[in-house]
Protein backbone atom coordinates (compact mmCIF):
# COMPACT_ATOMS: atom_id res chain seq x y z
CA UNK A 1 0.00 0.00 0.00
CA UNK A 2 1.52 3.43 -1.23
CA UNK A 3 1.65 6.17 1.43
CA UNK A 4 1.23 9.74 0.42
CA UNK A 5 3.12 12.71 1.57
CA UNK A 6 2.11 16.42 1.17
CA UNK A 7 4.76 19.42 1.00
CA UNK A 8 4.90 22.29 2.25
CA UNK A 9 2.68 21.56 5.34
CA UNK A 10 1.62 25.01 4.93
CA UNK A 11 1.95 27.78 2.19
CA UNK A 12 1.34 31.12 2.98
CA UNK A 13 1.11 33.26 0.06
CA UNK A 14 -0.60 36.36 -1.37
CA UNK A 15 -3.54 37.11 -3.50
CA UNK A 16 -2.14 36.87 -7.22
CA UNK A 17 0.84 34.67 -6.13
CA UNK A 18 1.95 31.08 -7.64
CA UNK A 19 1.15 28.16 -5.94
CA UNK A 20 2.81 24.71 -6.25
CA UNK A 21 1.81 22.14 -4.08
CA UNK A 22 3.44 18.63 -4.15
CA UNK A 23 2.53 15.23 -3.37
CA UNK A 24 4.91 12.34 -3.31
CA UNK A 25 4.19 8.63 -3.40
CA UNK A 26 6.29 6.19 -1.91
CA UNK A 27 6.13 3.36 -4.58
CA UNK A 28 5.54 4.41 -8.27
CA UNK A 29 1.63 4.40 -8.97
CA UNK A 30 -0.14 4.52 -12.08
CA UNK A 31 -0.42 8.24 -13.11
CA UNK A 32 -4.51 7.68 -13.36
CA UNK A 33 -4.89 6.73 -9.85
CA UNK A 34 -3.99 10.51 -8.59
CA UNK A 35 -6.52 12.94 -7.73
CA UNK A 36 -6.94 16.20 -6.07
CA UNK A 37 -8.86 17.96 -3.41
CA UNK A 38 -9.96 21.22 -2.09
CA UNK A 39 -11.17 21.75 1.42
CA UNK A 40 -12.35 25.26 2.72
CA UNK A 41 -13.39 25.36 6.60
CA UNK A 42 -17.28 23.42 7.42
CA UNK A 43 -17.33 22.26 3.55
CA UNK A 44 -16.79 18.95 2.28
CA UNK A 45 -14.19 18.16 -0.07
CA UNK A 46 -14.33 19.59 -3.65
CA UNK A 47 -12.61 17.43 -6.99
CA UNK A 48 -10.09 19.58 -8.42
CA UNK A 49 -8.52 17.09 -10.49
CA UNK A 50 -8.34 13.84 -11.31
CA UNK A 51 -6.01 11.33 -13.43
CA UNK A 52 -3.11 13.45 -11.93
CA UNK A 53 -4.25 16.42 -14.82
CA UNK A 54 -7.54 16.09 -15.66
CA UNK A 55 -9.58 19.13 -14.15
CA UNK A 56 -13.40 18.36 -12.60
CA UNK A 57 -16.31 20.29 -14.11
CA UNK A 58 -16.55 23.79 -12.99
CA UNK A 59 -13.35 23.87 -11.99
CA UNK A 60 -10.83 27.18 -13.07
CA UNK A 61 -8.06 26.88 -15.38
CA UNK A 62 -6.21 28.20 -13.21
CA UNK A 63 -5.66 25.00 -11.16
CA UNK A 64 -3.58 22.70 -13.02
CA UNK A 65 -2.22 19.15 -12.02
CA UNK A 66 1.01 17.38 -13.12
CA UNK A 67 3.17 14.77 -12.67
CA UNK A 68 4.37 10.83 -12.95
CA UNK A 69 5.59 7.66 -11.16
CA UNK A 70 6.45 9.50 -8.14
CA UNK A 71 5.92 12.83 -7.98
CA UNK A 72 3.29 14.90 -8.63
CA UNK A 73 2.37 18.54 -8.47
CA UNK A 74 -1.01 20.87 -7.99
CA UNK A 75 -0.40 24.35 -9.59
CA UNK A 76 -2.24 27.67 -9.11
CA UNK A 77 -1.13 30.26 -11.42
CA UNK A 78 -2.70 33.41 -9.67
CA UNK A 79 -4.19 32.97 -6.06
CA UNK A 80 -7.49 34.20 -5.91
CA UNK A 81 -9.04 34.79 -2.02
CA UNK A 82 -11.23 32.09 -2.83
CA UNK A 83 -8.34 29.47 -3.13
CA UNK A 84 -6.77 29.84 0.12
CA UNK A 85 -7.62 26.53 1.68
CA UNK A 86 -6.53 23.13 2.67
CA UNK A 87 -5.26 20.74 -0.58
CA UNK A 88 -5.56 16.83 -0.22
CA UNK A 89 -4.05 14.57 -3.20
CA UNK A 90 -5.26 11.13 -3.04
CA UNK A 91 -4.22 7.39 -4.31
CA UNK A 92 -6.80 5.44 -5.87
CA UNK A 93 -4.73 1.92 -5.15
CA UNK A 94 -7.09 -0.71 -7.04
CA UNK A 95 -10.16 -3.03 -5.70
CA UNK A 96 -11.06 -0.29 -4.81
CA UNK A 97 -9.05 0.85 -1.71
CA UNK A 98 -8.21 4.58 -1.50
CA UNK A 99 -5.16 6.71 0.61
CA UNK A 100 -5.59 10.29 1.70
CA UNK A 101 -2.56 12.76 1.65
CA UNK A 102 -1.78 14.43 4.71
CA UNK A 103 -2.94 17.83 2.63
CA UNK A 104 -1.47 21.19 2.30
CA UNK A 105 -2.93 24.37 4.20
CA UNK A 106 -2.85 27.27 1.38
CA UNK A 107 -3.28 30.35 3.91
CA UNK A 108 -2.89 34.56 3.09
CA UNK A 109 0.51 35.91 4.32
CA UNK B 1 -27.84 16.95 -10.34
CA UNK B 2 -27.19 13.95 -7.79
CA UNK B 3 -27.06 14.79 -3.84
CA UNK B 4 -25.57 12.53 -0.91
CA UNK B 5 -26.96 13.39 2.45
CA UNK B 6 -25.51 12.13 5.68
CA UNK B 7 -27.72 11.22 8.86
CA UNK B 8 -27.47 9.48 11.99
CA UNK B 9 -27.02 10.04 15.56
CA UNK B 10 -24.65 13.26 16.49
CA UNK B 11 -23.35 11.25 19.83
CA UNK B 12 -22.80 8.04 20.38
CA UNK B 13 -21.24 6.26 23.96
CA UNK B 14 -17.92 4.79 24.20
CA UNK B 15 -17.96 0.65 23.30
CA UNK B 16 -21.49 1.60 21.39
CA UNK B 17 -22.54 1.16 17.51
CA UNK B 18 -22.20 3.93 14.92
CA UNK B 19 -24.61 4.26 12.36
CA UNK B 20 -25.05 6.25 9.66
CA UNK B 21 -27.29 6.85 6.48
CA UNK B 22 -26.33 8.22 3.10
CA UNK B 23 -28.94 9.16 0.83
CA UNK B 24 -29.25 9.24 -2.37
CA UNK B 25 -30.74 11.58 -4.82
CA UNK B 26 -30.96 12.90 -8.45
CA UNK B 27 -29.57 9.62 -9.62
CA UNK B 28 -29.55 5.66 -9.12
CA UNK B 29 -27.72 3.93 -6.28
CA UNK B 30 -27.26 1.30 -8.87
CA UNK B 31 -25.46 2.92 -11.86
CA UNK B 32 -22.93 -0.11 -13.23
CA UNK B 33 -19.82 2.24 -13.24
CA UNK B 34 -19.57 3.49 -9.73
CA UNK B 35 -18.81 2.67 -6.38
CA UNK B 36 -20.46 4.66 -2.55
CA UNK B 37 -17.99 5.49 -0.17
CA UNK B 38 -17.78 6.74 3.53
CA UNK B 39 -14.69 9.05 4.21
CA UNK B 40 -13.74 10.72 7.93
CA UNK B 41 -12.03 13.30 9.38
CA UNK B 42 -11.26 13.49 13.00
CA UNK B 43 -11.54 17.37 14.69
CA UNK B 44 -8.60 19.30 13.17
CA UNK B 45 -6.96 16.39 11.18
CA UNK B 46 -7.44 14.74 7.45
CA UNK B 47 -9.70 12.73 5.29
CA UNK B 48 -9.43 8.78 6.00
CA UNK B 49 -11.24 6.63 3.85
CA UNK B 50 -13.15 3.99 5.60
CA UNK B 51 -14.83 2.01 3.09
CA UNK B 52 -16.55 1.41 -0.33
CA UNK B 53 -19.53 -0.53 -1.48
CA UNK B 54 -21.07 -1.24 -4.85
CA UNK B 55 -24.58 -1.82 -5.61
CA UNK B 56 -24.22 -5.21 -5.85
CA UNK B 57 -23.07 -5.64 -2.56
CA UNK B 58 -19.77 -5.73 -2.62
CA UNK B 59 -17.59 -4.05 -0.08
CA UNK B 60 -13.97 -3.20 0.45
CA UNK B 61 -12.25 -1.86 3.89
CA UNK B 62 -9.28 -0.02 5.07
CA UNK B 63 -7.18 -2.44 6.73
CA UNK B 64 -7.00 -0.37 9.89
CA UNK B 65 -10.56 -0.30 10.34
CA UNK B 66 -11.97 -3.53 9.03
CA UNK B 67 -12.27 -6.01 11.70
CA UNK B 68 -14.78 -2.94 12.96
CA UNK B 69 -16.51 -1.50 9.64
CA UNK B 70 -19.27 -3.24 7.88
CA UNK B 71 -21.22 -0.83 5.30
CA UNK B 72 -24.47 -2.01 3.54
CA UNK B 73 -27.05 -1.12 0.62
CA UNK B 74 -30.34 -0.99 -0.20
CA UNK B 75 -30.85 -0.13 -3.74
CA UNK B 76 -35.08 0.38 -3.93
CA UNK B 77 -34.31 3.08 -0.87
CA UNK B 78 -31.14 4.72 -2.53
CA UNK B 79 -29.31 4.31 0.56
CA UNK B 80 -25.98 2.88 1.88
CA UNK B 81 -25.02 2.91 5.46
CA UNK B 82 -21.88 3.04 7.73
CA UNK B 83 -21.92 0.78 10.94
CA UNK B 84 -18.77 1.32 12.90
CA UNK B 85 -18.61 -1.08 16.68
CA UNK B 86 -16.58 -0.06 19.29
CA UNK B 87 -16.52 3.06 18.73
CA UNK B 88 -13.76 5.23 21.17
CA UNK B 89 -13.18 8.56 21.32
CA UNK B 90 -11.06 8.06 18.70
CA UNK B 91 -13.52 7.63 16.17
CA UNK B 92 -14.94 11.58 16.65
CA UNK B 93 -14.89 12.89 13.51
CA UNK B 94 -17.04 14.68 10.48
CA UNK B 95 -18.09 11.46 8.69
CA UNK B 96 -18.81 12.15 4.69
CA UNK B 97 -20.39 10.14 2.15
CA UNK B 98 -19.03 10.24 -1.69
CA UNK B 99 -19.97 8.73 -4.71
CA UNK B 100 -16.59 7.07 -6.44
CA UNK B 101 -16.63 8.02 -10.13
CA UNK B 102 -16.07 5.52 -12.39
CA UNK B 103 -13.56 6.28 -15.02
CA UNK B 104 -13.08 3.95 -18.52
CA UNK B 105 -9.42 4.28 -19.87
CA UNK B 106 -9.45 0.29 -21.40
CA UNK B 107 -9.93 -0.07 -17.39
CA UNK B 108 -11.48 1.66 -14.32
CA UNK B 109 -9.67 4.15 -11.95
CA UNK B 110 -11.86 5.72 -9.24
CA UNK B 111 -12.37 9.24 -7.52
CA UNK B 112 -14.98 11.04 -5.35
CA UNK B 113 -16.50 13.33 -7.02
CA UNK B 114 -19.66 13.94 -5.01
CA UNK B 115 -19.42 14.74 -1.49
CA UNK B 116 -22.66 15.17 0.99
CA UNK B 117 -21.85 17.79 2.87
CA UNK B 118 -21.09 15.33 5.76
CA UNK B 119 -22.15 14.93 9.92
CA UNK B 120 -20.37 15.51 12.71
CA UNK B 121 -20.43 12.18 15.67
CA UNK B 122 -18.84 12.82 19.02
CA UNK B 123 -18.02 9.80 21.03
CA UNK B 124 -18.30 10.23 24.74
CA UNK B 125 -20.71 9.40 27.38
Known amino acids: ESVLTQSPGTLSLSPGERATLSCRASENVNTNYLAWYQQKPGQAPRLLISGASNRATGIPDRFSGSGSGTDFTLTISRLEPEDFAVYYCQLYGGSPLFTFGPGTKVDIK | QLQLQESGPGLVKPSETLSLTCTVSGGSISGNNHYWGWIRQPPGKGLEWIGT???????YYSPSLESRVTISVDTPKNQFYLRLTSVTAADTAVYYC?????????????????WGKGTTVTVSS
Open chain 2, 98 to 114: ARNFGDYVGYFYYYMDV
Open chain 2, 53 to 59: IFYSGST
